[in-house]
């Protein structure tokens, strides 16, 4: 197993940044594919972004393209989301997610795809 534990979350105005990241313990982080996804109040959970097992695949929503960039120190067992311009609607609590099972030339962008979540952190960000 992997536990996941989520930080940089916070309050943030419109155009803003933050910087998110997800540190990962247990077994051997390399071979995860992480993914972060996001839930806003009333609204399923939404894919954001993921990052293949050596980082050398990345796929994003495309409400995020352009403005999230993911990225993973396999050296650090972290996942990092870093994401500027940020927009009202990006505001959700984002959840960090890992899964050992999908191959390494393949990003899978469902929930149900990864095993195992992070409890979560809120990013809100102010008109």
């Known amino acids: 197993q992997v536990q996941l534990v989520e930080s940089g979350g916070g309050l943030v105005q419109a155009g803003g940044s933050l910087r998110l990241s997800c540190a990962a313990s247990?077994?051997?982080?390399?071979?995860?594919?992480m993914g972060w996804f996001r839930q806003a109040p009333g609204k399923e959970r939404e894919f954001v972004a993921a990052?293949?097992?050596?980082?050398?695949?990345?796929g994003y929503a495309d409400s995020v393209k352009g403005r999230f960039t993911i990225s993973r120190d396999n050296a650090k067992n972290t996942v990092y989301l870093q994401m500027n311009s940020l927009k009202p609607e990006d505001t959700a609590v984002y959840y960090c997610?890992?899964?050992?099972?999908?191959?390494?030339?393949?990003?899978?962008?469902?929930?149900?795809?990864?095993?195992?979540w992070g409890q979560g952190t809120q990013v809100t960000v102010s008109s």
């Open positions: 990052i293949s097992r050596s980082g050398g695949n990345t």
């Open positions: 247990g077994r051997t982080f390399s071979s995860y594919q």
């Open positions: 997610a890992a899964d050992e099972k999908i191959p390494a030339w393949i990003i899978r962008t469902t929930s149900y795809d990864y095993d195992y």
